[in-house]
Protein backbone atom coordinates (compact mmCIF):
# COMPACT_ATOMS: atom_id res chain seq x y z
CA UNK A 1 0.00 0.00 0.00
CA UNK A 2 3.06 2.29 0.74
CA UNK A 3 4.34 1.33 -2.21
CA UNK A 4 1.41 2.14 -4.30
CA UNK A 5 1.30 5.56 -2.58
CA UNK A 6 4.66 6.25 -3.52
CA UNK A 7 3.43 5.33 -7.42
CA UNK A 8 0.89 8.29 -6.88
CA UNK A 9 3.45 10.50 -5.22
CA UNK A 10 5.91 10.07 -8.22
CA UNK A 11 2.62 10.23 -11.22
CA UNK A 12 1.86 13.38 -9.41
CA UNK A 13 5.20 15.03 -9.57
CA UNK A 14 5.27 14.39 -13.44
CA UNK A 15 1.97 15.80 -14.07
CA UNK A 16 2.91 18.78 -11.41
CA UNK A 17 6.52 20.05 -12.59
CA UNK A 18 4.77 19.08 -16.68
CA UNK A 19 2.20 21.74 -16.18
CA UNK A 20 4.71 24.43 -14.51
CA UNK A 21 7.35 23.87 -16.77
CA UNK A 22 4.99 24.21 -20.18
CA UNK A 23 3.41 27.33 -18.66
CA UNK A 24 6.77 28.76 -17.84
CA UNK A 25 8.09 26.92 -21.45
CA UNK A 26 5.31 29.12 -22.85
CA UNK A 27 6.25 32.21 -21.08
CA UNK A 28 10.17 32.01 -21.36
CA UNK A 29 11.33 29.63 -23.50
CA UNK A 30 12.18 26.03 -23.74
CA UNK A 31 15.68 26.15 -21.27
CA UNK A 32 13.82 27.91 -18.53
CA UNK A 33 10.87 25.73 -19.03
CA UNK A 34 13.45 22.47 -18.52
CA UNK A 35 14.53 24.24 -15.81
CA UNK A 36 11.23 24.91 -13.59
CA UNK A 37 10.44 20.85 -14.37
CA UNK A 38 13.12 20.09 -12.34
CA UNK A 39 13.12 22.33 -9.84
CA UNK A 40 9.32 20.89 -9.52
CA UNK A 41 10.03 17.26 -9.73
CA UNK A 42 13.08 16.80 -8.35
CA UNK A 43 12.25 16.98 -4.83
CA UNK A 44 8.62 14.98 -4.99
CA UNK A 45 10.73 12.27 -6.94
CA UNK A 46 13.00 12.17 -4.31
CA UNK A 47 9.95 12.04 -1.44
CA UNK A 48 8.50 9.26 -3.40
CA UNK A 49 11.63 7.40 -3.98
CA UNK A 50 12.55 7.58 0.28
CA UNK A 51 8.66 6.13 0.72
CA UNK A 52 8.76 3.15 -1.60
CA UNK A 53 12.55 2.68 0.35
CA UNK A 54 10.91 3.45 3.43
CA UNK A 55 11.58 -0.13 5.78
CA UNK A 56 10.67 -0.35 9.68
CA UNK A 57 11.90 -2.85 11.96
CA UNK A 58 12.23 -3.74 16.03
CA UNK A 59 15.14 -5.46 17.23
CA UNK A 60 15.05 -6.44 20.53
CA UNK A 61 13.79 -2.88 21.91
CA UNK A 62 15.33 -0.80 19.66
CA UNK A 63 12.35 0.57 16.81
CA UNK A 64 14.36 1.77 13.78
CA UNK A 65 13.59 2.81 9.96
CA UNK A 66 15.73 3.36 7.13
CA UNK A 67 14.88 5.33 3.47
CA UNK A 68 18.01 7.26 3.50
CA UNK A 69 19.43 7.20 6.58
CA UNK A 70 18.68 5.09 9.18
CA UNK A 71 17.13 6.65 12.46
CA UNK A 72 16.34 3.93 15.79
CA UNK A 73 14.91 4.75 19.27
CA UNK A 74 14.73 2.85 22.02
CA UNK A 75 11.68 1.58 23.10
CA UNK A 76 12.16 1.42 26.67
CA UNK A 77 13.69 4.70 27.13
CA UNK A 78 11.27 6.54 24.92
CA UNK A 79 10.23 10.23 26.42
CA UNK A 80 7.30 10.39 23.91
CA UNK A 81 4.67 7.46 22.61
CA UNK A 82 1.84 8.70 21.35
CA UNK A 83 -1.04 7.62 18.71
CA UNK A 84 -1.20 9.81 15.50
CA UNK A 85 -4.22 9.50 13.23
CA UNK A 86 -3.57 10.98 9.62
CA UNK A 87 -6.34 11.12 6.67
CA UNK A 88 -5.17 11.69 3.49
CA UNK A 89 -8.20 11.46 0.76
CA UNK A 90 -10.37 9.03 2.77
CA UNK A 91 -7.36 7.24 3.65
CA UNK A 92 -6.80 7.10 7.69
CA UNK A 93 -3.84 5.50 9.33
CA UNK A 94 -3.13 4.71 12.63
CA UNK A 95 0.33 4.98 14.09
CA UNK A 96 2.38 4.80 17.14
CA UNK A 97 4.09 7.95 17.13
CA UNK A 98 7.91 7.15 19.21
CA UNK A 99 10.38 10.43 20.16
CA UNK A 100 12.95 9.49 22.24
CA UNK A 101 17.36 10.55 21.75
CA UNK A 102 16.31 13.44 19.34
CA UNK A 103 14.72 10.99 17.03
CA UNK A 104 11.18 10.47 16.46
CA UNK A 105 9.57 7.80 14.26
CA UNK A 106 5.83 6.86 12.94
CA UNK A 107 5.15 3.56 12.75
CA UNK A 108 1.88 2.71 10.69
CA UNK A 109 -0.02 0.29 13.09
CA UNK A 110 -3.32 0.18 10.42
CA UNK A 111 -4.29 1.69 7.35
CA UNK A 112 -8.23 2.00 6.59
CA UNK A 113 -10.43 3.03 4.19
CA UNK A 114 -13.78 2.55 3.96
CA UNK A 115 -14.71 -0.38 6.28
CA UNK A 116 -11.75 -2.39 5.26
CA UNK A 117 -7.78 -1.88 5.09
CA UNK A 118 -4.59 -3.23 5.74
CA UNK A 119 -3.09 -3.93 9.29
CA UNK A 120 0.58 -4.47 11.29
CA UNK A 121 0.40 -8.29 11.59
CA UNK A 122 -0.01 -10.63 14.32
CA UNK A 123 3.60 -11.49 15.25
CA UNK A 124 5.51 -7.96 14.93
CA UNK A 125 2.07 -6.56 16.58
CA UNK A 126 2.42 -9.11 19.53
CA UNK A 127 6.13 -8.73 19.64
CA UNK A 128 5.94 -4.51 20.01
CA UNK A 129 3.31 -5.34 22.82
CA UNK A 130 5.51 -7.39 24.18
CA UNK A 131 9.04 -4.38 24.30
CA UNK A 132 5.93 -1.66 25.18
CA UNK A 133 4.60 -4.02 28.17
CA UNK A 134 8.78 -4.63 29.44
CA UNK A 135 8.48 -0.31 29.62
CA UNK A 136 7.06 -0.48 33.32
CA UNK A 137 5.05 3.35 32.65
CA UNK A 138 1.42 3.43 32.37
CA UNK A 139 1.80 5.14 29.23
CA UNK A 140 3.52 1.89 27.55
CA UNK A 141 0.85 -0.90 29.40
CA UNK A 142 -2.12 1.72 28.10
CA UNK A 143 -0.77 1.00 24.16
CA UNK A 144 0.21 -2.91 25.35
CA UNK A 145 -3.30 -3.45 25.90
CA UNK A 146 -4.51 -1.56 22.80
CA UNK A 147 -2.76 -3.93 20.90
CA UNK A 148 -3.52 -7.07 22.44
CA UNK A 149 -7.18 -6.18 22.38
CA UNK A 150 -6.30 -5.35 18.54
CA UNK A 151 -4.48 -8.83 18.48
CA UNK A 152 -7.84 -10.56 20.19
CA UNK A 153 -10.05 -8.84 18.09
CA UNK A 154 -8.63 -10.31 15.01
CA UNK A 155 -8.38 -14.01 16.41
CA UNK A 156 -12.35 -13.76 16.91
CA UNK A 157 -12.19 -12.79 12.91
CA UNK A 158 -14.08 -9.53 13.68
CA UNK A 159 -14.46 -7.09 10.84
CA UNK A 160 -12.18 -4.42 10.56
CA UNK A 161 -14.80 -1.61 11.78
CA UNK A 162 -15.10 -3.52 15.11
CA UNK A 163 -11.77 -3.49 15.81
CA UNK A 164 -9.64 -1.06 18.37
CA UNK A 165 -7.58 0.43 15.85
CA UNK A 166 -10.14 1.55 13.79
CA UNK A 167 -12.43 2.63 16.45
CA UNK A 168 -9.71 4.71 17.36
CA UNK A 169 -8.71 6.07 14.04
CA UNK A 170 -12.40 7.27 13.30
CA UNK A 171 -12.80 8.76 16.72
CA UNK A 172 -10.02 11.66 15.08
CA UNK A 173 -11.80 14.44 13.35
CA UNK A 174 -11.71 14.44 9.50
CA UNK A 175 -10.30 17.44 7.82
CA UNK A 176 -6.79 17.56 9.37
CA UNK A 177 -4.42 15.62 8.10
CA UNK A 178 -2.26 14.37 10.78
CA UNK A 179 -3.69 14.81 14.67
CA UNK A 180 -2.19 13.07 18.19
CA UNK A 181 -4.91 11.31 20.15
CA UNK A 182 -5.20 12.46 23.54
CA UNK A 183 -3.27 10.38 25.67
CA UNK A 184 -6.65 10.51 28.03
CA UNK A 185 -9.04 9.59 25.76
CA UNK A 186 -6.76 6.60 24.38
CA UNK A 187 -6.73 5.63 28.19
CA UNK A 188 -10.20 5.68 28.46
CA UNK A 189 -11.21 3.82 25.49
CA UNK A 190 -8.65 0.93 26.17
CA UNK A 191 -10.32 0.74 29.43
CA UNK A 192 -13.52 0.86 28.11
CA UNK A 193 -12.47 -2.28 26.02
CA UNK A 194 -11.89 -4.58 29.28
Do not use: C, N
Given at each position: MVRKRARMVAIGAVLVAG?????????????????????????LMLLAWSEA??????????????????R?????GAEELDLLVTDVRGSRTVGLFVRGGGKAINLALAIYAGTGGREQGVF???????VLASR???RGLVFCELLIA??????????A????????GSLAPGGRLAQKLHPDAVSKFVASLG
Open positions: FFGGVIGLIAGRVPGLIAFVIVALPRRRVWLQGHVLSVRAFGTSVDLKPLRRLADGDAQLRAEARGEAADRPLYKL
